[in-house]
Every structure is written in structure tokens, then in C-alpha cells.
């Protein structure tokens, strides 16, 4: 009887590896990483021929073991893709640790490719970690301009992009010294492309977005211009577009069925896209300028998600339009000051003097020292009166300093303080992040709770993750900011403990003498 169990266990034990390849393949694609599939191996001689079938191959650092050298990891990728027997791949992402002197060559870089492209692959992703560096210097000798055009090219390190028949998505961020050469074809399966980083000419890219991908819905690209150049984008088919071309002369795009839309660093553009629903600005420098960045009539004055960044707030590019659902601001007076050689808080005022009709109002302040955060936020309100809900993340004031800006600053008039020309009926929720109950942080609570917000129901504070500060303490700021407020506005504190927020109920802390 023992004898006959002891032999039924031994032929039991292995019950997994009887199982098909199809089955074993869904197993070891839920521990997400081939790595970890190549480590099965050890299990019997079954499992050498599983995860070289698997559909799809993730080659990245394995979670429950140590990442390998950076260099060694790409001697792993290239045995990971030659012990692969799998004719067809649904999807390949290649993702090398990150490493501060690691340089990954194109000629390294360019069979991976391939090697996704004779599969068909379905998604591609790749993902080399940005090495940024300047061309070797042409040689000291007489040269014509077209000569010395010719050698400047050559000294980036050249990636032929295979083609893409059988995908429909692609994702690649590359090194900023290769020298992109797009692929040839029509690619009518690809619908999500990205391309972070690399140097393109302006036509060929023109070419690979506009002709050669009819059916491409979402489009990020962050690249460099061989040679300063117009670049136009022309699609039916886009929905999504995220663009940040250096060393371009003007951006056209033309898109009827783009909805979404994200221009970086753009010094003129012109936009037609009639069915725009979200839109967002970031200047950095190229502050609109309605003479160099052009929005067609088709364009409309109303849109879901309105965004500007610290160098676009202080333009009057929020005044193109009339409505947004939410307007998303990020505001630093320091950098308009250092940037943009000017008065601060003076442009402040002026770039934000007609804001869209909104519902949901999101700011980030960003170093606001030296000027009052409450009368900043009174200006803002008197422009967003019927704002339903403000989310405001701060860091810009420490703990306890108060304004120093000279008594005549705007900030600090007299008519500027008033609120009784402030009606906030519409306002249900104010949620504050980054908190620290300094004195500005609380004489702005303060100034909101004077307002007539008749339909204010929830106040959320947010503490900086930051900020030391003992139970008592917090307690005794939380009490403070209860009482400003009515019983019927629900007032909820949130402490980082564990690595998250958590509820805080101040009521329950006890008082020690």
C-alpha cells in the first residue's frame, strides 16, 4: 500500500508540464517578464522548448530577481531573441535599465527591430535609455557648404526603421544621436506610433506620417531636425497628436478628426483641426503670439481640457478661447521673472484677466514666495466664477513664512482684497495638496471661507508628504481650519503614512500637557 502511493506521488509530480504549449505559454506570460519565463529551463528538460514559443516576449529587468549589468543585459536580449522559435510574434517590448554611461550603438539596436518586423509583431516597444551627445567635429580643412553639410549628416549614427506591415503599434525611445531613416511602405495596421528622441529630416517624416500611415490614430514624437525646416502633418485618421520638434521653423497640422492635442516649444504653428476637444500649451520661451501660432475658425472656442504650463499662463493665449470643462494652470511667478525679464506678479495679472468659462479649475504654484497666495487666488475666482470644483497643489510657500513683496505690489491693494465682488455659488469642492499650514496656506483658507460659496460641501487637505510634523501639531492646525468653516462643508486632512495618504481624524488625538 505505501509502495503503491510513493509510486502514484512520483508520477503526480509533475503535473504542470504535461499540460500543452498553449496552456504553459498563458502560465508563464502572467509572470510578465521572459526573463523569468527563461528561468522555468530548470524545471526539466519539457520546459527548454516552452518559452522560446511564447507570443509575446517582454525582456526587461525580472521583478523577484537583481537587475544584470546594463551591458550585460544586452548580450541577454540578443540570446533571449536567437533562442526564440517561434515564427510569428503578437508583441516584443525591450526595455534596457537605465545607466548613465551606457551607449547603445544602432548597429546594436537595429536587429531587434528586424528581428519584431520579420515576426510581424503586432506592438513593438523599445525603449534605450536617452543617451544625449553632440556630434564628432568635422575635420579642419577646407570644405564647401555642401561638403561640410554632407559630413555634419554623417556623424550621427545611422537606423534604418523596418517596416511595419503587420503592426499596430509602435513604440520607440532611441538615442538622441542616431539618425533616423523611416521605413518604405504603406503601413495601413499601425494606429499608435511614438518616437522619443533620434534625429529625422523634416521630409521624410512628413512622409512616414502623412502618406505612408493611413490609419495611424495616435501620435507622439519628440525628435530633432537634421536641418532647421517647415514640417507639415496632414492625416484623415488622427485622433491623439503629441508633438515636440526642435529645430523646426513652423508646425502646420491638419487633422479633421483630431481630438486631442499637445504642442511643445512650437515657435509658429498652424493648427485646423475642427473637432479639438482637449489642447495643451507648453511654451517654455514661445509664449503665444497669435501672429506666429494661428488657430483656423474650424477650430472652436470651447473645449473639454484647456492646459498651459508656467510660460504660457502669462500670455493671453487662455483668451482664444471662451469655455473649457477644465482648465489646467501651472504658475510660477520666479520663472516669469527669470525668463521672460519681467515684473512677475504684473504679468501674472495680466495674462490671466480673461480666463475660459470653467468647471474644474487645476493649479499648480510653483515658487509664489513673496506674494500673497489668497489674493492671487481672489484675482483667479473673480475670473472663474462659475468653477464647480478647484484642485490646488502647492510648492511654494515654507512653513510659516509670510509675504515680503513692497507694500505698493498689487498683491497687496487694497481693492484687491475685497470679496464681495466674488460669487462662488456654483463651487462644491476645494482640494489643496502639497499642504503645510503655513501662514499663507491658512489666510487664504481663511479669505475662501469669508466668500459667498453658498453650495461648498467638501474641503480636502492634502499634507505634504515632506512636512514633519507631530500629531498635537497637526491637530491644532486641523482644529483651526474646522472652524473656519460651517457644519454643513464636510472638511477632510490627509497624512502620508506607509507610503500613502491616509485619513487623519484629529478628534482622536489626545492632548498631552
Known sequence: MDEDRRRRCRSDEDCISGLPDELLHGILLRLGSARAAARTTALSRRWRRVWPGLPELVLDSCPDAPPPPPASFLDTVDAALAAYSSS???????????????????????PW??????????????????????????????????EEGDNHTAAWEELELPAWRGAKTVR??????????????????????????????????????????PCLRDLRLQLTLIEAADVSIHSDSLRSLWLCIWNSWRLVVVAPGLEKLSLHYALQVRVSAPKLEELAWRGRGTAYDPQHHEFDEDVGR??????????????????????????????????????????????FLNGTKKLPKCRTLSLNLLEWRNHSLAQAMLHLFRRCQSVEKVSIWLRC???????????????RLA???????????????????????????????????RCS????????????????????????????????????????????????QVRFDWRLVKNVK
Open 88 to 110: 510569428s510574434l503578437a508583441r516584443l517590448c525591450i526595455a534596457l535599465p537605465p545607466a548613465v554611461d551606457l551607449v547603445v550603438s544602432a548597429d546594436r539596436a537595429a
Open 113 to 146: 527591430l528586424r528581428f519584431a518586423a520579420d515576426r510581424a509583431a503586432a506592438e513593438l516597444c523599445l525603449f534605450v535609455p536617452p543617451h544625449f551627445t553632440a556630434p564628432p567635429e568635422p575635420p579642419e580643412e577646407d570644405l564647401d557648404e555642401e
Open 172 to 213: 520607440l525611445c532611441l538615442q538622441d544621436a542616431w539618425r533616423l531613416r523611416p521605413p518604405a511602405g504603406v503601413f495601413a495596421s499601425l494606429t499608435g506610433l511614438m518616437i522619443l528622441f533620434g534625429r529625422v529630416d523634416a521630409g521624410e517624416l512628413e512622409t512616414l506620417v502623412s502618406m505612408q500611415c
Open 302 to 347: 470651447r473645449l473639454r481640457l484647456l492646459e498651459m504650463d508656467m510660460y504660457s499662463t502669462v500670455s493671453s493665449f487662455a483668451q482664444r478661447f471662451d469655455e473649457a470643462e477644465e482648465l489646467k494652470l501651472v504658475m510660477s511667478i520666479l520663472w516669469v521673472r527669470v525668463l521672460l525679464k519681467e515684473a512677475g506678479y504684473d504679468s
Open 397 to 411: 510657500f515654507d512653513e510659516d513664512s509670510k509675504s515680503s513683496c513692497p507694500s505698493t505690489c498689487p498683491c
Open 415 to 449: 481693492e484687491n482684497q475685497r470679496i464681495d465682488d466674488i460669487n462662488l455659488s456654483s463651487l462644491e469642492v476645494v482640494e489643496i495638496s502639497s499642504f503645510t499650514s503655513s501662514h499663507e496656506e491658512l489666510d487664504f483658507l481663511e479669505q475662501l471661507s
Open 453 to 500: 460659496a453658498t453650495s461648498l460641501r467638501k474641503l480636502v487637505i492634502n499634507y505634504n508628504k515632506k512636512r514633519s510634523r507631530t500629531p498635537l501639531e497637526t491637530k491644532e492646525a486641523c482644529q483651526k481650519i474646522r472652524s473656519m468653516y460651517p457644519p454643513n462643508v464636510e472638511v477632510e486632512f490627509y497624512v502620508l503614512r506607509g507610503g500613502r
